[in-house]
């Protein structure tokens, strides 16, 4: 039958576990301590991202609908941030207006040389003030609408052209016949809307304005020039134009500290004249310019150009902008479809950028309109005023040059060809110079460089140069790295991150973010996911992939993060997102705290909606744990060997009462320390990982399988706490009753073994013609082959746990003697425990499999010699404390060990222990032949079944 789902102590960090000793300063090293509450912050937004994940795992579908809901969930995704960036912004601007400032936020540059920007502040220090948050939000929601548009062009339909708005002759043809003219356009617009979460331009031409010494006049131009030449013309009594080099023989007033003023008010007179404007002048047209700089670089419509110059009754500088404006909105093509006017209007804007003009953001304005990178980079102040210069330029050079093209292929009139040829071009973009090695530039420009290095701009290059994949890599080789030098070796965090194979330590590591980073994991990771989901849908079949598990580390990082933000129920739609058997050892090192049954069931159940297979889940856990501790069991000595013995028994004869002395601490603790009887974390990950096992119906052969292999570990390597609390947690009873479905009633007793798989009752079952395999395919007799080595593991912990107990009992009972009817109760009990505990390991103790033969060997010399002799001094004080009774069994044990083939007696012989229990045997036979009196009568030995024996407490009362 298949395996289907079923309704089915503390830990200490042990010293000899490389993986426990934890950093409390790095929030990921919590990870070694799974079991404690944590205090991982975490806000909304991990909840609402998982839930628009959530949204689009649907598997089904034609390729255009997978692609559109993957499209719709990047929309998601960028509409959220966005929101949250803009929630955010206006707090912070309600905050500010009750302060009477401006907000704190705002980046100004009230002239060239004061741009706010963040250079070399650090950049990871965010959650603690709001202007950090808010930068935080907004880089990212720069990123979300940057793959928002650019990856349906690189992954889905394009859009039809005819449906984009024109923004100049032949446009929809134009973005047809260029195959990188949709992205480049894509691109500029992103930069666009990116910047206009810019300060108002009110705000940054503030400080101009008061310079302009006007008040709040923003109209009539050049008032201050106007004044000084009307002063000069009264002074003079002239009318008409005032020539310069009149005005410059006469001394008068129509100079400034820099240099001469002009002597005429038209748009041209600086350059045409050399001349200055009076000083306030200069800074009220430098306003202006400013101010129409940031509304092309805003991607602002004409509209709005047009209402900014009106308003400073500097209409013409509207119209000398209103060709090619490539606006946001509102586009109106002014140009027609004759591509001569944008070819020559283009040109004429290029040469007011390169001579027409005296000041930087004149020439900027006339370098964006014409294409002109250098003159818009003269007052860049950000990467992304960097990045809009070179595809500005590249736009509009494509542009231009397909206009050129057309209008060469159509045979136009010499004379128009004529006309173009007397303009210069801008030029053409450099062989070999791609948009990646402009990128890498950007760093070496020392006022951007702080900027261009953080990993939010890296980011936005990579996917710039559709170099995403290669970025993620590194990213991924990052946090691996960072898990390393953070953890000891073997500790949980590198296992869940591992360096797979050489990596290089990058030049520049605050490119990308760290493991404390949890916005920018999170971030990553859904970009990780969709770039995932987008390559497979579009690739007819799985494509091989070497460094993908590198990438991966990024989602594995967020799905701890997860884990320690108290967040389990979205491990398993994360882990859904690895590929192969990575998801199923992540979800097992993320979920293994989980100890609830009903929340245990609830993950299968979640794991099983998210197409998870948890079958090779609870599989896999065993596998995984048994894998970490691998190390250890090759380095650590066994227990047979002179180093590590496994001694209880105290030296010296026996004593007359209590036989052979059994030394507390038999499980290898101090009994008296609560602490020391604490299991370390790799143990109580073994035994955990069995309870999951047991979730499952079926999989008996894996069951027990790995239950063994636990046990010979605890055993070989002397962790007997952690096997007390396997053998009480996850018994063999317990195996068989929930996978198996048989009906064991009282486990604390070992003869439901007998009920189970005696030869009596497998031959019932063979003449009733029955399995008798319960609920699992399993018959009964190959059932108790596979759990024998399992049960008698099983009963030789508990039969230690019994003999802690005596050893308690009898170190209590030589303290105190006043308690011996208390005493006696114990140790009878105790003793009637140890029996059925025994009895398995009186006869062929793990001598019925092949399997281990050699490390089982190894476990009955290192551990029944020792057993037996301690079994013996159980009854040999629980018979002088409660009942002869006890002593009669020890004697009959004594028989047994003495029958002829006997495994044990050949076992003690080899061991050297005979002559130990043969002593122990002699001080039994001597008390039962001085101790007369019970404080209890039995009716174990003296019953009718002893008695037909030949054993009878008589037979050993010495008569006067």
């Not at 930087?360 to 006339?366: I, S, T």
């Not at 590198?550 to 398993?572: F, K, N």
């Not at 293994?592 to 599989?619: A, P, S, Y």
Request: proline letters at 5%.
């Amino acid at each position: 039958m298949a395996p289907s789902l079923s309704l089915q102590g503390p830990i200490s960090s042990d010293p000899s576990y490389a993986g426990v000793d934890l950093d409390g300063d790095d929030e990921m090293a919590m990870l070694e301590e799974t079991f404690k509450e944590t205090t991982v912050p975490y806000d909304e937004e991990v909840e609402v991202f998982a839930k628009y994940l959530d949204d689009c795992t649907l598997e089904s579908g034609t390729t255009s609908q997978k692609l559109a809901r993957i499209f719709k969930l990047i929309e998601s995704y960028s509409e959220y941030v966005n929101e949250r960036a803009q929630a955010l912004r206006e707090r912070l601007r309600i905050a500010a207006s009750a302060r009477g400032n401006s907000p704190s936020w705002q980046h100004g540059h009230s002239d060239d040389n004061d741009m706010d920007m963040d250079d070399g502040a650090d950049q990871r220090s965010r959650a603690t003030n709001p202007k950090a948050e808010l930068e935080l939000w907004e880089q990212e929601a720069q990123t979300w609408d940057l793959l928002k548009r650019l990856l349906p062009l690189r992954y889905g339909e394009k859009p039809k052209t005819n449906e984009l708005p024109a923004h100049g002759p032949r446009w929809s043809e134009f973005l047809e016949a260029v195959p990188s003219a949709q992205e480049n356009l894509a691109v500029l617009g992103w930069l666009q809307q990116s910047a206009r979460v810019r300060p108002d331009i009110d705000e940054l031409v503030k400080d101009l304005q008061r310079n302009a010494d006007r008040g709040d006049i923003v109209a009539h131009g050049w008032l201050h020039t106007r004044t000084a030449i009307k002063m000069y013309k009264t002074h003079m009594h002239a009318s008409g134009p005032v020539d310069p080099q009149t005005a410059d023989s006469t001394g008068s007033n129509l100079t400034t500290a820099n240099g001469p003023m002009v002597t005429q008010l038209d748009p041209d007179v600086v350059v045409r004249q050399q001349r200055r404007l009076a000083p306030q002048d200069e800074y009220f047209e430098r306003a202006i310019w400013l101010g129409c700089f940031e509304l092309l670089r805003r991607g602002r419509s004409m509209s709005d150009i047009r209402d900014w110059c009106q308003e400073r009754t500097e209409s013409w500088r509207a119209v000398s902008m209103s060709g090619l404006p490539m606006s946001l909105d509102g586009v109106v093509n002014s140009l027609g479809n004759d591509p001569i006017p944008a070819i020559l209007w283009k040109r004429m804007c290029l040469e007011v950028a390169r001579q027409g003009s005296t000041d930087d953001y004149e020439r900027a304005v006339y370098g964006i309109l014409s294409g002109d990178r250098e003159r818009v980079e003269a007052v860049s102040r950000s990467w992304d005023d960097y990045v809009f210069a070179q595809y500005n330029c590249q736009l509009r050079s494509q542009y231009d040059q397909y206009l050129v093209e057309k209008c060469n292929s159509e045979s136009l009139s010499p004379d128009s060809m004529s006309t173009l040829s007397q303009f210069a071009n801008v030029e053409p973009t450099r062989a070999g110079y791609s948009t990646k090695s402009y990128l890498d530039s950007l760093e070496t420009r020392p006022q951007i460089t702080p900027e261009a290095q953080t990993p939010a701009k890296s980011l936005h290059a990579s996917i710039l140069a559709n170099t995403l994949a290669d970025f993620l890599e590194k990213q991924g080789d990052v946090l691996a790295a960072e898990a390393k030098t953070s953890s000891q070796p073997g500790e949980a965090l590198s296992r869940l991150l591992p360096q797979l194979g050489p990596t290089s330590v990058p030049s520049v590591p605050s490119r990308y973010a760290k493991l404390s980073e949890h916005h920018w994991i999170r971030a990553l990771s859904h970009i990780f996911i969709v770039v995932a989901a987008l390559e497979a849908t579009t690739h007819a079949g799985p494509v091989a992939d070497r460094r993908l598990p590198t990438r991966e580390h990024i989602l594995a990082a967020y799905i701890s993060y997860l884990r320690l933000a108290g967040l389990d129920e979205l491990v398993p739609l994360y882990c859904a997102k690895l590929v192969g058997e990575r998801r199923y050892t992540c979800m097992s090192r993320n979920l293994i705290h989980i100890t609830d049954r009903e929340m245990q069931m609830r993950m299968l159940t979640l794991m099983e909606k998210m197409g998870h297979d948890v079958i090779t889940f609870v599989k896999i856990q065993p596998q995984l744990y048994l894998e970490d501790i691998g190390e250890a069991i090759l380095d650590s000595p066994l227990l047979h060997t002179e180093r590590h013995p496994f001694k209880i028994l105290a030296n010296g004869p026996p004593s007359l009462k209590y036989g052979r002395i059994i030394n507390p601490g038999v499980l290898g603790n101090d009994p008296s320390n609560p602490e020391d009887s604490q299991i370390a974390a790799p143990d109580e990950y073994l035994i955990r990982s069995m309870e999951w096992l047991l979730l499952v119906t079926g999989l008996i052969p894996e069951t027990f399988d790995y239950g063994v292999k636990i046990y010979k570990y605890f055993l070989k390597h002397k962790r007997l706490v952690a096997a007390r609390s396997f053998a009480e947690r996850v018994s063999c009873a317990d195996i068989l009753r929930h996978k198996a479905g048989l009906p064991i009633q009282d486990e604390e007793e070992t003869s439901w073994w007998d009920d189970m798989f005696s030869a009596a009752r497998l031959e019932s079952l063979d003449a009733m013609d029955e399995d008798g395999a319960g609920d699992t395919d399993v018959p009964r007799e190959q059932m108790a082959i596979l759990a024998r080595p399992f049960f008698e593991l099983e009963c030789a912990v508990r039969a230690m746990d019994c003999l802690e107990t005596t050893a308690q009992i009898t170190r209590e009972s030589r303290d105190d003697g006043s308690r011996d009817r208390e005493i006696a109760q114990s140790l009878s009990h105790n003793a009637k425990l140890i029996r059925g505990f025994m009895k398995p390991l009186l006869k062929d103790w793990l001598m019925t499999t092949q399997d281990y033969a050699k490390e089982f060997a190894q476990l009955r010399e290192t551990y029944l010699p020792e057993l037996v002799i301690g079994y013996a001094s159980t009854l040999h004080a629980a018979g002088t404390s409660s009942t002869r009774d006890f002593l009669l069994e020890c004697m009959d044990l004594a028989a047994h060990i003495a029958e002829e083939n006997s495994d044990l007696a050949a076992l003690l012989v080899r061991t050297g222990r005979m002559k130990e229990l043969l002593e122990s045997f002699a001080s039994c036979s001597k008390a039962l032949a001085i101790w007369t009196t019970d404080l209890k009568k039995g009716q174990g030995p003296n019953s009718k079944k002893y008695r037909e024996t030949g054993w009878s407490r008589e037979l050993w009362t010495i008569k006067n």
